[in-house]
Structures are given as structure tokens and as C-alpha cells.
């Protein structure tokens, strides 16, 4: 069965950077997995941040990018603000035509 | 375009899960449409898609007991769970899937699971 992993947690500091990644417990995630990124606040449905790896979806600040790291996709916050305290996850689409997400990293601003 | 859920929000323990997507703005025939719930504090869990074409695609883990369903005269997707457990207590998303991506999110169903 495949597993995404994502970082359950993160912080980081107002203005900063942090990346989040997306891997793949058996493998390497390339961009044939189009892998894409969202952003959820509680109570709320799932915001489309970046798509096929690293296009950013309409209205979202350049702030937010997308890239393959290694092994793993990977979603940069650069020059974070409080508002950008959420969860994120990934998705990636398998050749199979099946989905996985990932379990999602809680990200604090502080 | 805009998704909108509906259906039951309580159901029986061993019952089927019925959920209907109502798609405004967009022909259901042009896109694939997927289903995809969350826990309560839980993450993400993609369901099921249907394509232009009316074929389904499912999650292994549910593929034995979910049912996914167009009716193009009304421009809407459906989904059918049975035999139910608390388990399946969730929030039920419908989204429009394009370029590898989940474009456009209903705002969400909670259904629960309990006798």
C-alpha cells in the first residue's frame, strides 16, 4: 500500500522560511506524480495552493512555492505570516488513476 | 463553479452512505469529479473519482464497498457507501479534479456514523 509522508508538525517564525515536504515510503516523488499542495484552516474546505508541482493556483501569493527536493516535493513558505498558520497537505496522483494524500503537517507561526 | 453536498447526516451502523454532489457553473460531462472525506481531526482521504466518460476509480481501501455514480440530467455525482462503521464518520468532500489537482471543493458534508 503506499504511504505519503509529510512532516506531522512544523514551526517557524513570522518573516521566515520553511519548507514542507511530500515523499513516498517506497520511492523517489517526481513530477509524473503531480504532486499538489493545500491549505486548510479548521472548519473550513481544503484551498488549492500549488498544482502539477509548482503552479501556483489562482490568487495565491508568490510567496507560496512548489518544487522537487530530492526525493520529495516540496511546498516553500517564504516571508511567512500569522495567517499562514494551517494544515497543509500534498496529494499525489499514482499511474494507477488512484490519489494519496499525505497526513498532513500542522504549521505554526510564532 | 460550485459543488454542493447533501445528504443524510446520520446514518446507521451497517446501513449504505448516500451523498449527492450538485455541480452549478460547469458541465458534469467536461471534467472528472472525485469524492474525499476527513475524520474528525483527522487528515485527508480520497474516495473515489468518476471521469467525462462515466468510469469510476477507487481508493483499494474502499473499493469493495463505495460506489461512485453520475446523473448528467441534473449535473450530479453521487456516492454510496455501505456497510457502515463508526469509522466512516467523516466529513465528505466533493471536488472537481483537473490537471492533476483538486480545482474546486464543495464546502463539506458531516455525516456520523451511530445507532
Known amino acids: 500500500q503506499t504511504v505519503v509522508t509529510q512532516e506531522p508538525s512544523f514551526s517557524v517564525s513570522p518573516g521566515g522560511t520553511v519548507t514542507l515536504t511530500c515523499g513516498l515510503s517506497?520511492?523517489?516523488?517526481?513530477?509524473?506524480?503531480?504532486p499538489s499542495w493545500y491549505q486548510q484552516t479548521p472548519g473550513q474546505a481544503p484551498r488549492t495552493l500549488i498544482y502539477s508541482t509548482n503552479t501556483r493556483s489562482s490568487g495565491v501569493p508568490d510567496r507560496f512555492s512548489g518544487s522537487i527536493l530530492g526525493n520529495k516535493a516540496a511546498l516553500t513558505i517564504t516571508g511567512a505570516q500569522a495567517d499562514d498558520e494551517s494544515d497543509y497537505y500534498c496529494?499525489?496522483?499514482?499511474?494507477?488513476?488512484?490519489?494519496?494524500f499525505g497526513g498532513g503537517t500542522k504549521l505554526t507561526v510564532l | 463553479v460550485q459543488l454542493q453536498e447533501s445528504g443524510p447526516g446520520l446514518v446507521k451502523p451497517s446501513e449504505t452512505l448516500s451523498l449527492t454532489c450538485t455541480v452549478s457553473?460547469?458541465?458534469?460531462?467536461?471534467?472528472?469529479w472525485s469524492w474525499i472525506r476527513q475524520p474528525p481531526g483527522k487528515g485527508l482521504e480520497w474516495i473515489a473519482y468518476?471521469?467525462?466518460?462515466?468510469?469510476?476509480k477507487y481508493s483499494p481501501s474502499l473499493k469493495s464497498r463505495a460506489t461512485i455514480s453520475v446523473d448528467t440530467s441534473k449535473n450530479q455525482f453521487s456516492l454510496n457507501l455501505t456497510s457502515v462503521t463508526a469509522a466512516d464518520t467523516a466529513v465528505y468532500y466533493c471536488?472537481?479534479?483537473?490537471?492533476?489537482?483538486?480545482?474546486?471543493w464543495g464546502q463539506g458534508a458531516m455525516v456520523t456514523v451511530s445507532s
Open positions: 471536488a472537481r479534479r483537473v490537471q492533476g489537482t483538486f480545482d474546486i
Open positions: 457553473g460547469a458541465s458534469i460531462s467536461s471534467y472528472y
Open positions: 496529494v499525489l496522483f499514482m499511474g494507477s488513476g488512484i490519489s494519496v
Open positions: 468518476i471521469s467525462d466518460s462515466g468510469s469510476g
Open positions: 517506497s520511492g523517489s516523488v517526481s513530477t509524473g506524480y503531480y
